[in-house]
């Protein structure tokens, strides 16, 4: 029933750009906050960015600031992370997370794999 799905990891080189997505369905994606949280071996799973329901405040982890941008379009349930300048150290598995802006629940994704590299 509910489902998040992310899309656009690649392989791309240090300085390079990509924009990831994540299309959501089965709950009002309007009443969410989405996250985008990354996972690199050996580390802990972190917030990278995350964008509000309400008025779309946007918070940025500080390895990311000025570098990756959280966006929202909600009449496609879908919420985007453009990441640019990207280092060998972005490198990870990415994952979408839609948060009930009440906390009644929330949804994770399976994650997608960028890697950065030359």
């Known amino acids: 029933q509910q489902q998040v799905v992310e899309s656009g990891g690649d392989l791309v080189q240090p300085g390079g750009s990509l924009r990831l997505s994540c299309v959501t369905s089965?709950?009002?994606?309007?009443?969410?906050?989405l996250e985008w949280h990354r996972q690199s071996p050996g580390k802990e799973r972190e917030l990278v960015a995350a964008?509000?329901?309400?008025?779309?405040?946007?918070n940025y982890a500080d390895s990311v600031k000025g570098r990756f941008t959280i966006s929202r379009e909600n009449d496609k349930n879908t919420v985007y992370l453009e990441m640019n300048n990207l280092e060998p150290e972005d490198t990870a598995v990415y994952y979408c997370?839609?948060?009930?802006?009440?906390?009644?629940?929330?949804?994770w994704g399976r994650g997608t794999q960028v890697t950065v590299s030359s």
């Open positions: 997370h839609a948060r009930h802006h009440w906390g009644w629940n929330d949804y």
């Open positions: 089965g709950f009002t994606f309007n009443f969410y906050d």
């Open positions: 964008i509000k329901s309400e008025d779309s405040e946007t």
